[in-house]
Every structure is written in structure tokens, then in C-alpha cells.
């Protein structure tokens, strides 16, 4: 079935059985294994071996009924999605048909027969997010209907043993622990970054920031707002009772895309505490140097900086410009189980395999000055600072460059030259600076053109202007129209844009004399690219837009 749909060819089909005849094992597993078919055309042929039905995710209509039986979470772990019944039997599409697991906890949730459908995964997964993600507006549509006095309680007058065991009872509601689920999980299809959940006098707002700009969502009835706060803070392991001091908390959690580690973070307000869930996605955050978009010259010049057997490399730029995803990539570059690598974070973000990862911890006394002593204890090879926040983490890092170790770490400035300044200002010797510095790259991140609705736009003659270029005659700029694939925003994902500064012979005796930032650019001539300039060319490539590069470097 395979050969006749093309997908291998009959001499790959003998040399998968005469793997078979050595090792054993599924021919399925071995094609796929080998690379010569994927897993969904091997399940696509079993399925019309066995007469399952396939099903087009993209036409289908799933009942209320259906999707009601099963929760959410469940659905998305198992990658199934109930469409509705037939005679008694539960229609489900399935990404493998052939779970064994799955169809018992489909059968569990539902108690009946069930019929399986076959459809690819990515198809069930986008089905899953496009109907249980607009559960979310429903049911919120649903909650706002029922009386307010069911979940309201008197936050004041109960003693805390009281408020306690009330806000568990509510956590534990069934309502709000779908109504959270699902709200996380849509955030997660949705590629959100952040979940902001705000009270208000009179209205409780649910935002996700998508491409790093927030999107007002359907906002909760304000009444479940101690229930939905509550249930966020027993699922991230903090202290339910506790209200009027922030709180810092973790959630793991299974989805369809992989496992999903949530930061949270709650803060008081006048009306209530305000909790935001950083998202962190291992499967996206987690990439090689050369899938962030950095270009020539500029990629080769920076590999070159790792490569140093000693020194400091920086990543400078403000929050949320991708410094750390940076980082985790240059460190992946550098793995060998040779070298002793050690990181010292706040917090650790990705966990990273070979790589011993300290995660600070101020309240006992872990701070990255003394994290960064206890390392240079261990010999290692290569550290990597989370961040260089004060004087003394400075002076600690430079120092341990020029003791033979590779350190890099970040640094909050708006371009690539003014971490030199930076790092005066912290009152490091211009000379100890000198010696140590390899290299500095700064970035932003700008957002993708959707290439679904692409189309070609005429940039106003101003933001050509503000940029430093005169517009190009036969240059060709794109924007999106807006459509249903990326929220009517234009905008679908993210990319870099970077500045990458080698310090050679010359630069380094600009900075021991203690040059100016616009000493140091003249010193570096034509071998200084700024930000906006790369840019520009992707900008010019229909990337993304002028508008979108001048807004992230206009302080630059």
C-alpha cells in the first residue's frame, strides 16, 4: 500500500525487511525510523488496512454534546476529537487510531462505543485549539448567565483557616478547572507568550500577548474571580491564603505540542491580584543559532566569538527582545561532553541536557554574585550569566574571563557599542574591559508579515526617512491584510533583528582610553551594521515591515 502510494519505492521496502529479519520490530517503525516514510503516512495506510475511515478536520462540525463529554486537557494529551454520534456510537477523530490508551480514556469519559476516525495530527491539534479554544467564550457566556451568589464570598470577615478551605472548595469547582484549563490551552494553540489575568472594579480582563502585543479575550464573570486566581495558584504550588504580598509559582503541564512550562507570578492590586503566566515552550524556544535569522556576516562573526577559548560574549536588549532564547542557542552550538558548561539563571527557563543549571534563589542567599564564586569552584569551561544586574556581577564575570573561562551573559542596553558605556557605568576598569570583551550582539524582535495574507504595500516616504534610507526604486515591501490565520493582525510569528560588534586590536584600544560610544562607532567604520539596517533587508525581503522595524528600533 505504501509502494502504490508513492511514498517508498519496492527496493527501500526490501531493505526495511532485511532490517526486520535482523533486529525485529514493527516494518512500520523501521520505515519511519529510517526516515523513509512518516509516521502519518505509515497510520494513514494501516487505517485504510483496517477500514478506518479518514476524516477532513477542516469541513467537520463537532457537536456541543460531543465536545462536552470530553475535557479539554484530555482531548489535547491524546490527541483525539469527538465529533458526534451515529446510532449510539461516538464518532472520533484520532491522530493514531491505534492508541490503545487513548480509546480507553475516550470510552471511560464517554461510557459508550466508540467509532474511530483517522485524520494527521497536526489537523486533530488545530481542530482541538479552533473548538475547545471557542468553549472558552462559551462557557464564559454560560458563567455570566448563572447567579453571582453561588461564588460570592466575603473576603474580609472569614478567618484564614475559613478563607482557605472556601477558596479550595471554589478552585476545585468543576466550572473553573475547565474554565482554566481551557483557557490555557487556548493561549498555548493561540502561540501566546503571556497570560494576563486583571481585576478591575467591575470586570475581570483576560489578555494573551501574541507576537508580543496583547489581545483582549472574553473576560470571565467577575464574580469567579477568587475562583480562577485560586485554582491558577494551587496548580502553581503557592500559598491560596496569602493575598496581599506577590507570589512566584510553576505550572508543568501536557499539551499536544509537547510539555508546557507556565511561570506565574500574582501581585496585589486595589481590586485584587493580578496574575500573569509566562509560557514557556520548550519545542519553540529551544532552536539552533542558525534558525534565529541572523545574517551574513553577522552569524559567522558571532560563531567566531564562541569559539574563543576565553572571554566575555554579551547579548544586550530589553526585556522580551529574545536575549535568553539566544543564549540557549549559542550554548546548544557549544555543547561537547568534553566541556564543563555551568549556567546561573533567574529563573532557569529551559532545561538543557549536558548543562549544569543553578537557578538563583535571593531568599536563602543565592544571588548571582555569589552563585557566579561558587561556580568558578566547579572548573568549568564555559558559564553563562543570566544577566549582569550590578556591579559586582560584573567585576566577578570580567574577572572570570580573564582567568580562562568563556562567560556569556546579557546586559540591558539599546545597541551592541553601548555595553561598553554600560559596563563603565558599573565602574569596571575600561582597561579590565578591554581585555576581556570578544563580542557583543544586540537584537529585537520584530513580527513576521502572515503569509497568508500578504500582499504588497507602498511604505510612507517618513518611516524610509526616520530609518536613514532613501526608498529604492525597484524595492518591493509587504504587509498583511488581515485574516482569520493570524487574528486579523497582519502579523504571524516572530523574527530577530541584530547588530553584532567582534572587539579587534583597534576597538580594544578605544575602549582602554576610555572612548565615547560615538568614538567607538567611528573606530568600527564600515564594519558596524546596526539594527536597522538588517532590518531594512528584511524588510525589503517581505518579512516583515518598516513600520515594525522602526518601532522596535526607534530608541536606538
Same mark, same amino acid.
Given at each position: 500500500?505504501?509502494?502504490?502510494?508513492?511514498?517508498?519505492?519496492?527496493?527501500?521496502?526490501?531493505?526495511?525487511?532485511?532490517?526486520?529479519?535482523?533486529?525485529?520490530?514493527?516494518?512500520?517503525?523501521?520505515?519511519?525510523?529510517?526516515?523513509?516514510?512518516?509516521?502519518?503516512?505509515?497510520?494513514?495506510?494501516?487505517?485504510?488496512?483496517?477500514?478506518?475511515?479518514?476524516?477532513?478536520?477542516?469541513?467537520?462540525?463537532?457537536?456541543? !454534546?460531543?465536545?462536552?463529554?470530553?475535557?479539554?486537557?484530555?482531548?489535547?494529551?491524546? +490527541?483525539?476529537?469527538?465529533?458526534?454520534?451515529?446510532?449510539?456510537?461516538?464518532?472520533?477523530?484520532?491522530?493514531?487510531?491505534?492508541?490503545?490508551?487513548?480509546?480507553? *480514556? *475516550?470510552?471511560?469519559?464517554?461510557?459508550?462505543? *466508540? !467509532?474511530?476516525?483517522?485524520?494527521?495530527?497536526?489537523?486533530?491539534?488545530?481542530?482541538?485549539?479552533?473548538?475547545?479554544?471557542?468553549?472558552?467564550? &462559551?462557557?464564559?457566556?454560560?458563567?455570566?448567565?448563572?447567579?453571582?451568589?453561588?461564588?460570592?464570598?466575603?473576603? !474580609?470577615?472569614?478567618?484564614?483557616?475559613?478563607?482557605?478551605?472556601?477558596?479550595?472548595?471554589?478552585? +476545585?469547582?468543576?466550572?473553573?478547572?475547565?474554565?482554566?484549563?481551557?483557557?490555557?490551552?487556548?493561549?498555548?494553540?493561540?502561540?501566546?507568550?503571556?497570560?494576563?489575568?486583571?481585576?478591575?472594579? #467591575?470586570?475581570?480582563?483576560?489578555?494573551?500577548?501574541?507576537?508580543?502585543?496583547?489581545?483582549?479575550?472574553?473576560?470571565?464573570?467577575?464574580?469567579?474571580?477568587?475562583?480562577?486566581?485560586?485554582?491558577?495558584?494551587?496548580?502553581?504550588?503557592?500559598?491560596?491564603?496569602?493575598?496581599?504580598?506577590?507570589?512566584?509559582?510553576?505550572?508543568?503541564?501536557?499539551?499536544?505540542?509537547?510539555?508546557?512550562?507556565?511561570?506565574?507570578?500574582?501581585?496585589?492590586?486595589?481590586?485584587?491580584?493580578?496574575?500573569?503566566?509566562?509560557?514557556?515552550?520548550?519545542?519553540?524556544?529551544?532552536?539552533?543559532?542558525?534558525?534565529?535569522?541572523?545574517?551574513?556576516?553577522?552569524?559567522?562573526?558571532?560563531? #567566531?566569538?564562541?569559539?574563543?577559548?576565553?572571554?566575555?560574549?554579551?547579548?544586550?536588549?530589553?526585556? /522580551?527582545?529574545?536575549?535568553?532564547?539566544?543564549? @540557549?542557542?549559542?550554548?546548544?552550538?557549544?555543547?561537547?561532553?568534553?566541556?564543563?558548561?555551568?549556567?546561573?539563571?533567574?529563573?532557569?527557563?529551559?532545561?538543557?541536557? /549536558?548543562?549544569?543549571?543553578?537557578?538563583?534563589?535571593?531568599?536563602?542567599?543565592?544571588?548571582?554574585?555569589?552563585?557566579?564564586?561558587? =561556580?568558578?569552584?566547579?572548573?568549568?569551561?564555559?558559564?553563562?550569566?543570566?544577566? =549582569?544586574?550590578?556591579?559586582?556581577?560584573?567585576? =566577578?564575570?570580567?574577572?572570570?574571563?580573564?582567568?580562562?573561562?568563556?562567560?556569556?551573559?546579557?546586559?540591558?542596553?539599546?545597541?551592541?557599542?553601548?555595553?561598553?558605556?554600560?559596563?563603565?557605568?558599573?565602574?569596571?576598569?575600561?582597561?579590565?574591559?578591554?581585555?576581556?570583551?570578544?563580542?557583543?550582539?544586540?537584537?529585537?524582535?520584530? &513580527?513576521?508579515?502572515?503569509?497568508?495574507?500578504?500582499?504588497?504595500?507602498?511604505?510612507?516616504?517618513? =518611516?524610509? &526617512?526616520?530609518?536613514?534610507? +532613501?526608498?529604492?526604486?525597484?524595492?518591493?515591501?509587504?504587509?498583511?491584510?488581515?485574516?482569520?490565520?493570524? +487574528?486579523?493582525?497582519?502579523?504571524?510569528?516572530?523574527? /530577530?533583528?541584530?547588530?553584532?560588534?567582534?572587539?579587534?586590536?583597534?576597538?580594544?584600544?578605544?575602549?582602554? /582610553?576610555?572612548?565615547?560610544?560615538? #568614538?567607538?562607532?567611528?573606530?568600527?567604520?564600515? &564594519?558596524?551594521?546596526?539594527?536597522?539596517?538588517?532590518? @531594512?533587508?528584511?524588510?525589503?525581503?517581505?518579512?516583515?515591515?518598516?513600520?515594525?522595524?522602526?518601532?522596535?528600533?526607534?530608541? *536606538?
Amino acid at each position: 500500500m505504501l509502494i502504490e502510494a508513492g511514498v517508498i519505492t519496492p527496493q527501500q521496502l526490501d531493505a526495511a525487511l532485511e532490517a526486520q529479519t535482523r533486529s525485529g520490530g514493527r516494518l512500520g517503525e523501521l520505515l519511519i525510523a529510517s526516515g523513509q516514510a512518516t509516521a502519518e503516512a505509515v497510520c494513514s495506510a494501516l487505517c485504510r488496512q483496517q477500514g478506518i475511515a479518514p476524516i477532513d478536520l477542516a469541513e467537520a462540525v463537532p457537536e456541543a !454534546e460531543a465536545l462536552e463529554l470530553l475535557p479539554a486537557e484530555v482531548a489535547l494529551k491524546h +490527541r483525539v476529537l469527538p465529533l458526534g454520534f451515529t446510532d449510539g456510537r461516538l464518532h472520533v477523530a484520532m491522530a493514531d487510531p491505534f492508541d490503545g490508551t487513548a480509546c480507553d *480514556v *475516550v470510552k471511560m469519559f464517554t461510557g459508550g462505543a *466508540v !467509532e474511530r476516525l483517522f485524520a494527521p495530527a497536526d489537523a486533530v491539534g488545530d481542530a482541538i485549539g479552533k473548538h475547545y479554544g471557542s468553549n472558552v467564550s &462559551r462557557m464564559i457566556a454560560d458563567l455570566n448567565g448563572e447567579s453571582e451568589a453561588a461564588s460570592e464570598i466575603d473576603l !474580609e470577615d472569614e478567618s484564614p483557616v475559613d478563607l482557605a478551605s472556601h477558596l479550595q472548595a471554589l478552585a +476545585r469547582e468543576p466550572t473553573v478547572v475547565n474554565l482554566v484549563n481551557l483557557m490555557i490551552h487556548e493561549a498555548v494553540e493561540a502561540r501566546a507568550s503571556d497570560i494576563h489575568i486583571e481585576p478591575f472594579e #467591575k470586570t475581570l480582563k483576560v489578555k494573551y500577548r501574541i507576537d508580543g502585543m496583547l489581545h483582549e479575550m472574553s473576560p470571565p464573570p467577575k464574580h469567579l474571580q477568587p475562583a480562577i486566581t485560586s485554582r491558577i495558584k494551587i496548580m502553581g504550588g503557592m500559598n491560596i491564603a496569602e493575598r496581599f504580598v506577590p507570589q512566584d509559582g510553576h505550572i508543568d503541564l501536557p499539551t499536544a505540542r509537547g510539555p508546557v512550562d507556565l511561570r506565574v507570578a500574582t501581585v496585589p492590586t486595589v481590586y485584587g491580584e493580578s496574575v500573569v503566566l509566562r509560557i514557556l515552550d520548550r519545542a519553540t524556544a529551544l532552536i539552533g543559532l542558525d534558525n534565529l535569522g541572523m545574517p551574513e556576516p553577522q552569524l559567522s562573526d558571532f560563531k #567566531k566569538e564562541l569559539e574563543s577559548p576565553h572571554g566575555i560574549v554579551l547579548v544586550t536588549g530589553p526585556t /522580551g527582545s529574545g536575549k535568553s532564547t539566544t543564549l @540557549y542557542a549559542a550554548l546548544t552550538h557549544l555543547f561537547r561532553p568534553e566541556l564543563k558548561i555551568l549556567t546561573i539563571e533567574d529563573p532557569v527557563e529551559y532545561r538543557l541536557d /549536558g548543562v549544569n543549571q543553578i537557578p538563583v534563589n535571593p531568599k536563602r542567599g543565592l544571588t548571582f554574585a555569589d552563585g557566579l564564586r561558587a =561556580i568558578l569552584r566547579q572548573d568549568p569551561d564555559v558559564i553563562m550569566v543570566g544577566e =549582569i544586574r550590578d556591579a559586582e556581577t560584573a567585576d =566577578i564575570a570580567i574577572r572570570s574571563a580573564l582567568t580562562g573561562h568563556l562567560v556569556f551573559s546579557t546586559l540591558h542596553t539599546n545597541d551592541a557599542v553601548g555595553a561598553v558605556a554600560r559596563l563603565m557605568d558599573m565602574g569596571i576598569e575600561p582597561f579590565l574591559i578591554a581585555s576581556s570583551l570578544r563580542g557583543v550582539m544586540a537584537q529585537r524582535l520584530v &513580527r513576521r508579515v502572515c503569509q497568508h495574507c500578504k500582499q504588497p504595500a507602498q511604505p510612507s516616504e517618513t =518611516i524610509v &526617512r526616520r530609518l536613514g534610507h +532613501r526608498l529604492e526604486e525597484h524595492a518591493t515591501f509587504y504587509e498583511g491584510a488581515g485574516c482569520r490565520e493570524c +487574528r486579523n493582525t497582519g502579523f504571524a510569528g516572530r523574527m /530577530g533583528i541584530f547588530e553584532v560588534v567582534t572587539v579587534d586590536d583597534e576597538l580594544r584600544d578605544a575602549i582602554a /582610553g576610555r572612548a565615547t560610544t560615538s #568614538k567607538l562607532i567611528q573606530v568600527l567604520g564600515e &564594519r558596524h551594521v546596526p539594527m536597522w539596517e538588517d532590518g @531594512y533587508r528584511k524588510a525589503a525581503a517581505g518579512q516583515t515591515t518598516l513600520a515594525e522595524v522602526l518601532r522596535v528600533t526607534q530608541d *536606538v
